[in-house]
């Protein structure tokens, strides 16, 4: 084993006191000195650096408990900004979020995909644009994280197959070369898993079910995204349903997502999901009678997802949003009721609630990355 140097001891004192900051949010020197039993001397040097890096701040005191007031040390929530963009056939998403994957601004920009630099060349300029709104240092962002409707390589460079952009072409570095920060891609079911994990850090086992426009989903097995040996992982979309049955956008019949998605519940109307749920718990007996269609079918898809994987199944997406802990109940009692052999216990949870799960996701992946390295 190899022997910790004075110096190779300091990085980790730093290291480990911006991680206990972090995960506090709030804590004072005496705090830190006693949970890492490390000298208020030592402390106290570590604070000062972190300080003049401008990734801690001093806010504020503690209550007195008899002396001193104690200062209060929190993380610089804009230390470090990282951008997300979720790209698909029609729009794009940008998405600002902070050291705590708090969004601090978002966007949508009528775009529709091509694979064309003069494409890619707009990308850069709505993407060094939002990068401008956001009024800081360039020095602070990190890098895009881009997600898109597509199968990537293995590498993460370019894109394998997508039907829904229509295209197969497009690489990372066509994005990239007009973007004025680093760059990264990421299938958008992928983003979205991430993003799940990010907000919810308890999970080791669980099956992601992306309820959007277009259905999407990803494996999580021990607390890793399960991507597959040719990066396919998490295609439950395209699993058979009902052999022979409605025809699928991937040229098959039968397919999940034909029975799943949005687009079964907002036929063409892409983006009209709040107004299907407003309609839904008003009482609307047509929408009414689609809702119910919806879910019987996606109870029998969990069953046979449960019966494989015997995990937890997280709905998410623009769907899993409007949907309430009585919605998932109901969904439970469905399963258990054409399943003898589902889960006792309660398996289906409603996951991190944010139309931008995808991009959020896809810009967590820098702020993942730089806690690692800290």
């Given at each position: 084993?190899?022997k ?45 650096a972190?300080?003049e ?48 994957g ?13 694979h ?40 993460r ?17 066509d ?62 979309e ?15 019949r ?15 109307k ?29 109870a ?36 258990r ?7 006792s216990?309660?398996f ?23 806690m690692?390295?800290?």
């Amino acid at each position: 084993m190899e022997k910790m140097t004075s110096g190779m001891m300091g990085d980790f004192n730093r290291r480990q006191i911006y991680h206990l900051i972090y995960q506090r949010q709030r804590i004072s020197r005496i705090g830190i000195a006693n949970e890492l039993r490390l000298s208020l001397p030592t402390v106290n040097q570590k604070l000062k650096a972190l300080e003049e890096e401008k990734l801690i701040e001093r806010n504020g005191f503690f209550e007195s408990t008899g002396g001193r007031k104690s200062i209060v040390y929190s993380c610089v929530t804009n230390a470090r900004v990282a951008v997300g963009a979720h790209i698909t056939v029609h729009y794009i998403r940008l998405v600002a979020v902070d050291m705590y994957g708090k969004i601090l601004r978002r966007v949508q920009i009528d775009e529709d995909y091509e694979h064309a630099e003069d494409y890619y060349r707009r990308f850069g300029e709505h993407v060094n644009a939002f990068i401008k709104t956001l009024n800081m240092s360039t020095k602070k962002i990190m890098g895009v994280g881009i997600a898109l409707v597509a199968l990537l390589s293995k590498d993460r460079q370019s894109v394998a197959k997508s039907v829904l952009l229509g295209s197969s072409e497009g690489t990372l570095a066509d994005f990239g070369r007009w973007v004025d920060v680093p760059c990264q891609m990421f299938h958008d079911s992928e983003a979205a898993a991430m993003a799940e994990m990010w907000f919810s850090p308890g999970i080791t086992d669980a099956m992601y079910l992306g309820l959007n426009y277009h259905l999407n989903g990803m494996l999580i097995l021990n607390g890793k995204i399960h991507v597959g040996k040719e990066y396919t992982g998490g295609l439950v979309e395209h699993m058979t349903l009902h052999p022979g049955g409605a025809l699928c956008y991937c040229g098959k019949r039968g397919c999940f997502t034909t029975y799943c998605s949005g687009r079964v519940l907002f036929e063409d109307k892409e983006g009209a999901c709040q107004e299907f749920f407003v309609r839904l718990r008003g009482g609307d007996r047509e929408i009414g009678d689609k809702w119910s269609e919806f879910m019987e079918q996606l109870a029998i898809a969990i069953g046979s997802l449960s019966a494989v994987l015997d995990c937890d199944i997280i709905l998410g997406g623009q769907i899993g949003a409007f949907m309430t802990q009585e919605d998932v109940s109901s969904l439970q009692r469905m399963v258990r009721e054409q399943f003898q052999y589902a889960p006792s216990t309660d398996f289906i949870c409603l996951g991190y609630k944010d139309e931008d799960v995808c991009a959020c996701g896809a810009a967590l992946a820098y702020i993942s990355e730089f806690m690692e390295e800290m």
